[in-house]
């Protein structure tokens, strides 16, 4: 099996910054797209960054020129780096990665258990 484990989540003023990580653990042979997702009370899922295996990227519209996403393909890990935090960045974040766990070619698809990001104004 395959887990996603999520970390540097926490408290920050307006203006400040934060990195998250999501290292995947496991059986793995691959792995393809990585992401990360966020969800604040009383608003949908959505996406706020991806990159490819190759390192193609793409952002929300709200957080483009703020965060950048980044990976270690030698570590299986994914990071966000968020500068410029505003209150509504303020969201549970989720990691996502799509995993060739059985050396099959086939991706199943994965997530953390999210990790909290708290902006205060």
């Known amino acids: 099996q395959v887990q996603l484990v999520e970390s540097g989540g926490g408290l920050v003023q307006a203006g400040g910054s934060l990195r998250l990580s999501c290292a995947a653990s496991g059986s793995i042979f691959n792995i393809g797209a990585m992401g990360w997702y966020r969800q604040a009370p009383g608003k949908q899922h959505e996406l706020v960054a991806r990159i490819t295996l190759g390192g193609s990227t793409n952002y929300a519209d709200s957080v483009k020129g703020r965060c950048t996403i980044s990976r270690d393909n030698a570590k299986n890990t994914v990071y966000l780096q968020m500068n410029s935090l505003k209150p509504e960045d303020t969201a549970v974040y989720y990691c996502?990665?799509?995993?060739?766990?059985?050396?099959?070619?086939?991706?199943?698809?994965?997530w953390g258990q999210g990790t909290q990001v708290t902006v205060s104004s």
């Open positions: 996502n990665a799509w995993v060739d766990y059985s050396g099959t070619y086939r991706l199943d698809n994965y």
